[in-house]
């Protein structure tokens, strides 16, 4: 467990489903900061993730405030310290 | 007291039959996109589908009427094997990814099952809970089938499962309707599975391919409680009929104003009453002439009536979708919903009709709640 874990943030509207508040957890890539995260909140996984484990279609997430690349496999690296952003796409209806 | 719950794209809407008539009793979940619910029949559970959009498709279930709701898990897609390559459907894109889309038809196990549910789903999955909804599994068989990766859209970009029908005489025999993708009937509670669209046509294929039964795209598949041989379908294009179990389907063609729609009832007790709720046509997916009307038989089939009395008979857009229509199990109290919100019932087997709202969201679904048995 390194001394600066990354931190997870959800966006607002996904409180109203699931409550997912702001919490550190350790890992170093997205996926298993998600893991960890989601370990303890088991309920919120298939809110940002689909049965096949990617993120979902109309769901976005950042580290350190830029857009990740992997999509599917939640490969991209995470810093010790970073904060993770899951926020969802805009849409109208 | 009777009662019907009305599924929305912004929320549950139960209504009750008092006094004074039907009148809206409760709304949950309102502002979310409720896409079906099922009461339980056997103990009195009720489901509600919801589909989050964002956050996907989850499912809910009340132990008091709809007062209040737990979150219970959802079907689940299995993982897919090594270096699977999906083959292309007859038309249209594969299934790509093996994930849930779209809860599409909730269906209670027989009597002397409790705790089965079926569900049907998009893309193309049958799943079953053993236990009121707390886990579920796929019916591998059928998703196996390699005629399974057959199917295609229609509507949606991928093919689903909408209609489920457990036979009340073993429950062990169970139909499925498929848009598209036919009829398939099992009678060893899924372990092997049947085609059996034999006699629909498809307009929409080319001439060859018409009659191929995995091609079929039946809207509504709705059989009868008290004579199972009946089975009614609203199909794309048009109205069939079975008179033996699935095995045979035969085309009903004079209807008026037109054997286009999505959904149909049948009566419970009597196989030749039937209800359907007609649009235009495939490429006018509205009343036709801005009238809304119920066409009904009670022959069997062999003459309809265009029901009028009490619908909007001018400037009327209102779509019924396949599964917004329902009727009680007396056969006596029908209601049907529209895309553009309004709801009608009728207390006399559909001779006369009555608006309840015409200001709610669009509705998907209505569904009465059955007597427990």
């Known amino acids: 467990m390194s001394l600066f874990m990354p931190s997870v943030r959800f966006t607002r509207n996904i409180q109203r489903h699931v409550e997912c508040p702001t919490r550190d957890v350790d890992g170093a890539t997205l996926g298993e900061v998600l893991h960890a995260y989601f370990s303890t909140n088991e309920r919120a996984r298939g809110y940002v993730l689909d049965d096949e484990g990617k993120l979902r279609k109309h769901m976005a997430a950042f580290i350190d405030g830029q857009q990740i690349d992997d999509r599917e496999k939640l490969t991209d690296a995470v810093p010790e310290g970073a904060v993770v952003d899951i926020v969802q796409s805009l849409s109208g209806g | ?373």
């Open chain 2, 1 to 373: 007291m009777a009662r019907c719950y009305v599924s929305t794209r912004k929320g549950l809407f139960t209504l009750e039959r008092g006094g004074g008539g039907w009148a809206m009793a409760r709304a949950s979940f309102v502002g979310d996109n409720v896409t079906l619910a099922m009461p339980d029949p056997r103990n009195g559970d009720l489901f509600a589908a919801l589909n989050h959009g964002h956050f996907g498709i989850k499912l809910h279930r009340s132990r008091d009427g709809g007062a209040t709701w737990t979150e219970i898990a959802a079907p689940k897609y299995p993982e897919k094997p090594e270096g699977y390559k999906p083959k292309m459907p007859v038309e249209g894109v594969p299934v790509v990814d093996w994930s849930l889309k779209l809860i599409w038809a909730l269906e209670p196990g027989g009597t002397n099952e409790p705790g089965v549910i079926w569900c049907g789903t998009l893309p193309g999955g049958l799943f079953k809970s053993d236990d009121s909804g707390q886990s579920w599994a796929i019916n591998r068989p059928l998703w196996d089938d390699p005629r399974r990766e057959q199917w295609f859209g229609g509507g949606a970009d991928q093919p689903g499962i909408h209609s489920i029908c457990v036979d009340p005489r073993d429950a062990k025999h169970v139909k499925i309707g498929v848009s598209c993708g036919g009829v398939w009937t099992t009678k060893d509670g899924g372990q092997t599975w049947d085609l059996t669209a034999k006699g629909m046509r498809a307009n929409f294929m080319p001439p060859e391919k018409q009659y191929e039964q995995n091609v079929q795209d039946p809207h509504m598949v709705a059989q009868c409680k008290a004579n199972p041989e009946v089975l009614w379908v609203q199909h794309h294009n048009g109205i069939f009929k079975s008179e033996d179990g699935a095995a045979t389907w035969r085309e009903i063609t004079d209807v008026q104003p037109s054997t286009f729609g999505f959904a149909v009832a049948v009566h419970p007790k009597n196989p030749d009453i039937a209800w359907f709720v007609p649009g235009t046509s495939d490429e006018k997916r509205c009343p036709t002439d801005g009238r809304v009307v119920v066409t009904r038989t009670r022959d069997g089939g062999k003459n309809f009536e265009t029901i009028t009395r009490g619908l909007p008979q001018q400037h009327a857009y209102d779509l019924v979708y396949r599964h917004a229509l329902d009727v009680d199990d007396q056969g006596r109290t029908l209601i049907f919903g529209s895309t553009t919100g309004s709801l009608w019932v009728s207390e006399d087997s559909g001779d006369s009709w009555q608006a309840l709202s015409s200001h709610l969201p669009p509705v998907y679904a209505v569904k009465f709640e059955k007597a427990r048995h």
